[in-house]
């Protein structure tokens, strides 16, 4: 090698494929590197600590050669491969360092998070760089914190990935944590590596690293300082010691742009033509029995040579022109001009060889639908030109050309193979990735026109003139003007409305099929629309429908019409000869009128009460019956899937598309299900031992298991798996092995915690990724494409592409009020608790602690003598102290409870919960509060535990973690998290608003309320009852909502006992006031859209008397009343089109709020965001004034809103939905845990939860609801 630009871009003759398209480099040997003599360098060499973030092929063998090298104790962090990793260990197949099986790094983790428990020298980065999809400073955010930063320090960050600039992000991160100049380590690596498996890693004989210190927008420094080179000779040694080659230079910026030469010449054009370089190269075989592909025909080689060649050149002569405007020298240590020339030949060499096979990165991942690095291969090269006013036509016309053709797979196989659910391969279209891109580098993003004009202003202001009437829905008052100004996308795409009129139908089957599951009348109509008759009657193209009873037709039909539909099975060749046989009767029920929709949208006042429901939910039917369905994913358990809902707005009817989640069931042998599920029905019994009477054996008992094998001569394997009941009224009852999953079928039963927890996992993808999926493949499997669907044109429906636009501002935080400091919010809408007490502290005082042992490893503590727990309590009453608490005494009670082991015959465990009662009733005197160290996470005793406490003991318990408050890692944070709910629970106020944002509270006497109903879930005993909960604030601070909590019937969302549960609230306040409020303001959680004029008809009445309840001779009570709605059960998203409104994952900041655009034509109504996001695509809430009589400005409620999310107690951030809604969430959880026993299905009146008297289920719910709560928790936040 004669240069360092020549090293850049040397090339290596692989065989294989390799996991990245740059990672290339020279044959050098196909020896193996000998072992290394580790006792030599241990005795001399201090070990240093190194986390390496990716595990995957580069990442497996730089931690091996790092722990080979014996110089560094590795940490890896592996996500989607950590289980097998942690239980077989890897297999590397290397040519250099040989067939290693079983290797594991010195320590595991499954994420940084857990990694970041100690300092390390230095952190390498082996993941992709993908800043349009996740963040460096994302994926390393655990280490980034500043609370990591002042415990350990700051590490030295190596980042081996390709692309420019992709330090700026964490430089800048690193910068802001007031340490010093971050240090970071660039590189360029050459290494031929790629995963087989999960677990089994190939290497060929070659890796090559070279080394430079990153300087922040430094592109002329020539000389490593002296501290320069001593980190980088340090992590050099480390490396060389372990086999890898390794060059050190002082200008790793220019060695990183010269190979990024190739990446943007060839594997962009590989990944455009989705052809390998042997087919611009390769000439074809000479010899007839040598036979490859792909290679340049005779007929094709004179236009490569004019035509590809050069365009080829051209882009690369581009690159040289921005490495000058970089100042990099036209020297051999520099840019030399022969780079092209040298890049273009060297790459011909390579390729021209009949065994060249090698893939370029970008093609690899584009062929397996992984996430590709085209922003910092490609777009960071566009960027540092426009800086610089260069204008580089090719390369700016490949950018967004490769976008196009390759644009990501949204959700991985690696991303979502966690325990119990594995996903689709999501593959997203184009379109949204340039419009992504485009938005982030100022790209147009102009609100729509119909929001520009004063259209909207002026209807609002009509509205002001119209008299409401009793019971309607108040008008929106005006739209909002605090905050800044933004623009954002929302999920909403633009739909003609077709001039109509449609015609509605009622379709009935008979043999009635009113029974029948979903799958048979959806072949119902498969078969019926294949048929003559269907043809015959001219449906064809013209017909939508819903698959059940209702079909929308652009023409009227003939009447009568009849269907006849021959019924068979997919599985099924054809109908057979006595088959079933359906007669679909289609009858005609109105014609719907859609030029009132286009008059209502318009806000013109004498169609403000026109039903557009029949008009809408005929479009519904419209647009969901012509989807393209995509692949079904086979045995896939999570599908991703799209949701469309057409939605009327200020002039114009929008289509809402939205990403979405299911679970489905895995296709395939019950069998494994069962096992795999380690099923445990209650009361079912296996076939080998469940008898009945056999009339064809002469009346005589016989097993299920015999009857199988005297009659179908069948011998079960699995005699000892519980029967399946696939009967219906009368049941019917089968081994397992005999049945088998059908495909398709979607889960609708409750999930456990942990499918739960993986759910989210699978669904909580980043916001441009899900904009991504929706403007690509959802407009694609919906079948909005123009063109698309025949039955669209034939309704003269038709979709935009785009995303609408829409106005939206940032609202600012409240300002945050303590006893002693005032923290500062910040950019994710938190704070921290340092050197800040309480506003008020409460008495802890006659406090007990009582410590769960289960009789397994999980427990902690030994008994109630383990030192380690009176360390733990002290620790914990300390921090009480510190927060402006009063503890007395310092040393609590302590009982221990020895729970009694887990079995079928108990399965809530009420021998434990027993266990439990009989310890606390050992205290001497009934404790003012109870910390409870829970063993595990059982659902079963925690649930029990409450029921106990709240209903029948009357004790306030804060429950917690035995592993988790012992851990030494973040204890004190969550000291201090436990002592929020000691200081509620006991009555105090942790934090208040700032005085100046507490104005319009203050006017005058004033109650904030929350109700919120839960329902029965999806497993429990059929008649479980409903539990509805009100909780309502009731002193001057707005922090304290004690709770009324009712059971009602089952399922029914509006409060049956709303005014006994006002009426105990109204009392309360003016218990504590020595007042009534004169304004009650009413946030009112879980009612659907179709459900807010049941609210104002029923719910609305029922405060009313309660009202009357507070009348006096001389002056009834008559406060101001304002009802709002909170809605996060709806399919809204937003992004931001400008990346400084954004967060870190692109989601909008905390305070967005939007009342234009997407939200009601007539209503007052807006959308919300207080909170930052946490993980995927932030949800905003929808707030709906349903009654008014405060008379609210748009701005007043929007920011008494925002300010009120700040004041959820438990926590140091505002939160998602208005506390006082969030509260009355968390009081009916609580209610769930009094029928925790009904809700598993488990009843003493009632064997299963498909069966039982609904009357007994009601009184057995009654008996353990127990009155609900004690005298001593009713007027406390008890729920919290």
Request: glycine share 6%; hydrophobic share 40%; proline share 7%.
């Amino acid at each position: 090698m004669t240069s360092k630009c020549n090293i850049s871009i040397t090339i290596w003759t692989s065989t294989k494929r390799t996991e990245s398209s740059d990672n290339l480099g020279q044959n050098y040997h196909n020896l193996l590197v000998p072992p290394i003599d580790r006792s030599l360098q241990m005795s001399t060499v201090p070990i240093k600590d190194v986390l390496v973030v990716g595990f995957g092929a580069v990442g497996t063998i730089y931690s091996h050669i790092l722990k080979r090298s014996g110089l560094a104790r590795v940490t890896a962090v592996a996500r989607s491969n950590y289980d097998i990793v942690k239980d077989e260990g890897l297999h590397i197949e290397s040519r250099k360092y040989g067939d290693i099986k079983g290797w594991r790094p010195d320590r595991l983790c499954r994420s940084v998070l857990e990694a970041a428990d100690r300092p390390y020298s230095f952190v390498l980065l082996t993941t992709k760089a993908l800043p349009d999809v996740i963040k460096t400073t994302k994926v390393l955010s655990p280490l980034l914190s500043a609370d990591y930063a002042e415990r350990f320090g700051q590490p030295t960050y190596v980042l081996m990935q390709n692309g420019l600039n992709v330090e700026v992000d964490l430089y800048n991160a690193v910068k802001t944590l007031g340490k010093g100049e971050p240090s970071l380590v660039s590189t360029a690596v050459w290494i031929a590596t790629n995963l087989k498996a999960p677990n089994v890693v190939e290497h060929n004989d070659f890796d090559r690293v070279t080394l430079g210190a990153y300087r922040h927008n430094d592109f002329t420094t020539t000389v490593n300082s002296p501290q320069e080179t001593a980190l980088l000779n340090d992590l050099g040694k480390i490396l060389e010691t372990g086999g890898s080659t390794v060059l050190i230079v002082p200008e790793i910026q220019r060695m990183k742009f010269a190979k990024n030469f190739w990446n943007v010449g060839f594997s962009s054009f590989s990944t455009l033509t989705r052809h390998t370089l042997p087919a611009i190269f390769r000439q074809p075989p000479e010899d007839s029995s040598v036979s490859y592909r792909p290679y340049v025909s005779p007929a094709t080689a004179q236009f490569i040579s004019t035509y590809t060649i050069p365009a080829i050149k051209a882009t690369l002569d581009e690159l040289l022109i921005l490495g000058r405007a970089l100042g990099f020298p036209d020297t051999p240590e520099g840019l030399p001009s022969s780079a092209v020339t040298s890049v273009l030949e060297a790459t011909r060499a390579l390729h021209v060889k009949p065994d060249s096979n090698h893939v370029p990165s970008m093609l690899l991942d584009a062929q397996k639908g992984q996430p590709i690095e085209v922003e910092v291969i490609l777009g960071e090269v566009v960027r540092m030109a426009r800086e610089r006013n260069l204008e580089l036509p090719r390369t700016q016309a490949v950018e967004p050309v490769v976008a196009l053709q390759v644009a990501v797979a949204a959700l991985t196989l690696e991303e979502v193979a966690v325990a119990g659910v594995e996903g689709h391969h999501l593959v997203v279209a184009s379109e949204g990735v340039v419009a992504d891109r485009a938005s982030k580098e100022g790209g147009p993003a102009n609100i729509d026109a119909r929001l520009m004009d004063n259209s909207q202003d002026a209807l609002v202001a009509s509205l002001q003139t119209l008299k409401v009437k009793p019971n309607e829905l108040p008008v929106r008052p005006g739209f909002g003007t605090e905050g800044r100004t933004i623009k954002l996308r929302a999920n909403f795409f633009p739909v003609k409305v077709p001039k109509g009129p449609l015609h509605e139908y009622d379709v009935a089957i008979s043999p009635v099929a009113g029974t029948a599951i979903r799958r048979v009348k959806r072949r119902i109509f498969q078969l019926a629309e294949q048929s003559p008759d269907w043809q015959a009657a001219g449906l064809v193209g013209v017909v939508a429908h819903d698959h059940s009873s209702k079909l929308i037709a652009a023409r009227q039909l003939p009447q009568p019409l009849s269907i006849k539909v021959p019924f068979y099975d997919e599985d099924e060749a054809g109908p057979q000869p006595n088959g079933k046989e359906y007669t679909l009767t289609i009858t005609y029920v109105q014609p719907i009128d859609t030029s009132a929709l286009v008059k209502y949208m318009a806000g013109q006042p004498q169609y403000r009460d026109y039903d557009i429901m029949p008009v809408i939910s005929a479009l519904n039917v419209i647009l969901a019956a012509h989807p393209n369905p995509g692949k079904s994913g086979g045995c896939l358990e999570a599908w991703k899937g799209f949701y469309s809902s057409v939605r009327p707005s200020h002039n114009q009817l929008m289509v809402n598309v939205n990403v979405c989640t299911t679970a489905f069931y895995k296709p395939g042998s019950l069998v494994a299900a069962m096992q795999e599920f380690a099923s445990s029905s209650f009361g079912a019994r296996p076939a080998a031992f469940h008898k009945f009477k056999a009339d064809e054996f002469g009346g005589r008992e016989v097993t299920v298991e015999e009857y199988f094998k005297l009659k179908y001569k069948i011998n079960l394997r699995h005699p000892e798996l519980q029967l399946v009941d696939v009967g219906g009224q009368k049941a019917n009852l089968l081994p397992p092995e005999l049945c088998e999953i059908l495909p398709n079928q979607p889960f609708r039963g409750k999930l456990t915690d942990e499918h739960t927890a993986n759910m989210i996992t699978v669904a909580a993808k980043p916001p441009n990724i899900n904009a991504m999926s929706i403007t690509g493949s959802g407009l694609d499997q919906l079948g909005f494409r123009p063109n698309a669907s025949p039955q669209l044109n034939a309704f003269g429906v038709s979709i935009g592409n785009q995303m609408t636009v829409v106005p939206g501002r940032i609202l600012p935080p409240p300002g945050i009020k303590y006893g002693q400091g005032t923290p500062s919010v910040d950019e994710k809408a938190s704070w921290n608790l340092r050197n800040v007490k309480f506003a008020k502290g409460a008495r802890l005082e006659k406090w007990a602690v009582l410590v769960i042992l289960d009789g397994n490893s999980r427990d902690e503590f030994s008994s109630p003598t383990d030192p380690e727990l009176k360390h733990t309590y002290q620790g914990l009453a300390q921090m009480c102290k510190q927060s402006g608490m009063s503890v007395e005494p310092a040393d609590p009670k302590i009982v221990a409870a020895r729970l009694p082991p887990k079995t079928h015959t108990d399965p809530t465990r009420a021998q434990a919960i027993d266990a439990i009662r009989n310890s606390l009733k050992t205290l001497p005197a009934k404790p003012s509060m109870v910390l409870v160290l829970l063993s595990n996470g059982d659902k079963h005793v925690y649930s029990g535990l409450k029921h106990l406490c709240d209903c029948y003991l009357d004790i306030p318990t804060v429950c917690v973690h035995s592993a988790k408050i012992r851990k030494d890692k973040g204890q004190l944070q969550y000291f201090a998290n436990v002592a929020l709910k000691f200081n509620m629970k006991l009555g105090g106020v942790n934090h208040a608003l700032d005085p100046r944002n507490m104005t319009w509270l203050k006017k005058s006497p004033t109650m904030l309320v929350g109700i919120d109903v839960t329902h029965p879930g999806p497993g429990s005993v059929k008649g479980t009852p409903s539990i509805a909960a009100v909780v309502a604030s009731c002193e001057p601070e707005f922090a304290q909502y004690p709770a009324s909590m009712e059971i009602q019937e089952s399922k029914k969302e509006m409060v049956t006992n709303l005014a006994k549960m006002m009426w105990e609230r109204l009392t309360l306040f003016k218990t504590r006031n020595k007042v009534l409020p004169d304004r009650i303001l009413v946030y009112r959680d879980g009612v659907s859209e179709g459900q807010f004029n049941t609210v104002v008809e029923e719910e609305l009445p029922a405060m009313k008397l309660a009202f009357r309840k507070f009348d006096t001779a001389q002056k009834p009570y008559t406060p101001k009343l304002t009802i709002v709605i909170c809605g996060k059960r709806h399919h809204t998203r937003f992004y931001p089109t400008a990346e400084q409104d954004g967060d870190n994952n692109g989601n909008p900041r905390p305070g967005t709020v939007v009342d234009r655009g997407v939200t009601a034509v007539y209503n007052f109504d807006f959308f919300l965001q207080a909170h930052g996001g946490l993980q995927g695509t932030t949800r905003p809430t929808h707030y709906y004034v349903v009654h008014d009589e405060i008379n609210f400005k748009a701005d007043e409620l929007q920011t008494l809103t925002n300010a009120v999310s700040y004041m959820f107690a438990r926590a140091t951030k505002a939160v998602s939905l208005v506390s006082p809604a969030y509260y009355a969430d968390l009081a009916c959880e609580r209610g769930r845990c009094y029928l925790h026993k009904l809700l598993q299905g488990i009843s003493s009146s009632a064997g299963s939860a498909a069966s039982g008297n609904e009357e007994n289920i009601k009184r057995e719910a009654e008996q353990l609801w127990n009155n609900g709560v004690g005298n001593m928790l009713k007027n406390t936040m008890f729920y919290l």
